[in-house]
């Protein structure tokens, strides 16, 4: 079966009979429902980018299975040169959406489940990695959108999931049946949970014995019977329902999270990559977490690359653009955009075969990528904000600017360098502000902050495989101390 | 279009950060091979001639292409290595292609 193409996508997510609840009303139709719809068109552009022969060398793979042409979001990295394509393919859709495009979350889970699965059955005998790679077929043949589910809502932090007050704050299994079990729980910030045909569950920590009922991976039609969405609040979203198209600073293109519940879901076996395993939980989380924080070094700088444009712009039309100081900070922002995409690309070429055969990033530079992610893009919007003014927080709607009265004085009072309409101006402030701290910001600031694990739980795995033991040695050798 | 039409094949790189303007160059090659009668393809190895075309230094095209098949690499504003400025570049690979042809035509070493 072909790729889908764009229109395709988006028709069939027509077909889904998604229960989404959105500021306490059920939607009706969350494809054209105006806060969803532009998390809509960024997965959809996954699949335009996939059609045009200019990003088919990034956009598209070769199916490990069929041998078929297929969307890279469905494939398994095969090589250190697919790790590599994987980060570029996402900094191009960074540039092309300047949103979360969401697809990524399916792409890294399923990478992470081949290879536990794989080792699982050598370990134990069980069956998982067959049973996975039939729906990996299924996944790759239709061109599916799945979104990897992997934050449960953890309830108190400072107790395991079997140890909570209420045992629904981890997903879990509460019935085994000949056929399937069942699942109750949820799946907490839930990116692209809406756009998705499939999800994957996966569970959110290392467990111990006592937590096997909540060591369990599974994958589920995003309709399926018992499954419901709570779509989760942005910044400023409202204002795409007031049916302008600059105060919302990004028309076409944002993201969404969603908290995803699991009422009595049954799951039949053949669905089920993990169940009561706990001793793999831990390395399916390592795994999915290192390819997401490997992730963050090519979107994040996608969006980077815009905003850094935005502030260029803001910075001509405001007259400053030949500023020593304005062009110092447009500089700092490539060099720490860049930094980041250095780390995205180093993880990637260090990668290695695990035994499934699907590649693996360079965990160390992984997590130093995502531990620069939680810095870097809050520095680059500081200084896109400095670059912009203050205006881009105090200026008047786009109804004023509209209006056949006051709108010449917005015109008039707002206007920047001769030449460039005040319209244009107010619409790359609203960009700046999209990203900074409207919709988008989502995204950009607080995801890169705690999307693929907030910064501690990167220094935990730095620490691990930073080999202090070998920089002591390293140290000795040079100062003269006897070595071990 | 006969069956001995020369075949050019433009081969992308995918696009992630281009410091050129690959679709624009793009058209313009194509543009003007159409004109000569040429078929222009995308993507393709086994045509009589492909122009890779990265949009920087990182050379994906070229690195992740597989083509035996006569060939110009275009790594940002650069030809076969030799730095070009960006607006150069369609008419020196137009060059480089309406070369080739004629040396083959003419039995010429390539």
Redesign the interface.
């Given at each position: 079966m072909p790729m889908k193409t764009a229109q395709q996508y988006e028709d069939s997510l027509r077909k889904l009979k998604l229960k989404v609840y959105l500021q306490g009303e059920l939607v009706d139709n969350p494809v054209d429902h105006p806060i969803i719809r532009p998390s809509m068109n960024s997965v959809k552009m996954t699949y335009a980018l996939a059609e045009d022969p200019q990003y088919a060398e990034l956009m598209t793979a070769t199916s490990h299975l069929t041998g078929n042409k297929i969307n890279r979001f469905c494939h398994l990295h095969r090589s250190t040169d697919d790790l590599v394509k994987k980060v570029k393919m996402q900094r191009l859709l960074g540039q092309k959406t300047a949103a979360c495009f969401q697809r990524c979350v399916g792409m890294d889970a399923i990478n992470a489940v081949d290879s536990v699965t794989f080792e699982m059955d050598k370990k134990l005998g069980t069956n998982y990695h067959e049973r996975f790679t039939k729906f990996l077929l299924m996944m790759q043949e239709e061109d599916l959108t799945v979104d990897g589910a992997m934050t449960d809502p953890k309830g108190d932090r400072g107790l395991a999931p079997s140890k909570q007050d209420d045992p629904d704050l981890y997903v879990h299994v509460v019935e085994k049946r000949e056929d399937g079990i069942v699942v109750r729980g949820a799946k907490a910030h839930q990116t692209g949970a809406v756009n998705s045909h499939w999800i994957l569950i996966m569970p959110t920590i290392s467990m111990g014995k006592d937590d096997a009922d909540y060591a369990v991976s599974f994958v589920a039609p995003a309709d399926a019977e018992g499954i419901f969405y709570i779509y989760g609040r942005q910044s400023c979203d409202t204002r795409k329902l007031e049916g302008g198209d600059i105060d919302v600073g990004n028309r076409q293109f944002g993201g969404h999270e969603a908290l995803m519940v699991f009422d009595n879901v049954f799951i039949p076996w053949e669905h089920v990559f993990m169940c009561g395993e706990y001793e793999f939980s831990g390395l399916l989380v390592e795994r999915f977490a290192g390819y997401h924080r490997q992730s963050y070094g090519g979107c994040k700088v996608g969006v980077g690359d815009v905003l850094i444009g935005a502030a260029a712009l803001a910075a001509d039309y405001n007259g400053a653009h030949k500023a020593s100081h304005v062009k110092d900070k447009l500089i700092e922002m490539v060099h720490l955009n860049e930094t980041l995409y250095a780390c995205g690309i180093a993880c990637s070429a260090e990668g290695y075969k695990t035994a499934s055969g699907t590649y693996l990033i360079d965990l160390l530079l992984a997590n130093v990528c995502k531990q620069n992610v939680t810095r870097f893009p809050y520095e680059i919007a500081r200084l896109a904000e400095d670059i912009a003014g203050g205006l881009m927080v105090t200026m008047p709607s786009e109804k004023d600017l509209r209006h056949p009265e006051i709108g010449k004085i917005v015109e008039k009072y707002l206007r920047g360098v001769a030449g460039v309409p005040t319209e244009y101006r107010m619409r790359i402030l609203r960009l700046i502000e999209n990203l900074t701290l409207g919709t988008a910001a989502v995204g950009y600031r607080t995801e890169s902050m705690h999307g693929a694990g907030s910064p501690q739980a990167q220094r935990i795995m730095i620490a691990r495989q930073g080999n202090i033991e070998q920089k002591k040695e390293l140290a000795k050798a040079i100062a003269g101390i006897p070595l071990k | 279009m006969t069956e001995n039409m020369r075949t050019i094949s433009i081969?992308?790189?995918?696009?992630?950060?281009p410091r050129i303007d690959?679709?624009r160059l793009?058209a313009e090659v194509r543009h003007a091979l159409d004109k000569q009668g040429c078929k222009v393809l995308?993507?393709q190895a086994d045509a009589d001639f492909v122009v890779f075309l990265s949009g920087c230094t990182a050379n994906?095209?070229w690195r992740?292409g597989d083509s035996d098949r006569p060939q110009a690499i275009v790594a940002g504003a650069s030809l076969d290595s030799f730095a070009l400025g960006e607006n150069e570049l369609a008419a020196e690979i137009i060059n480089r292609v309406s070369d080739y042809f004629a040396k083959l035509e003419n039995h010429l070493p390539g």
């Open positions: - | 081969n992308f790189c995918g696009g992630c950060n690959c679709g793009a995308v993507n994906c095209a992740y």
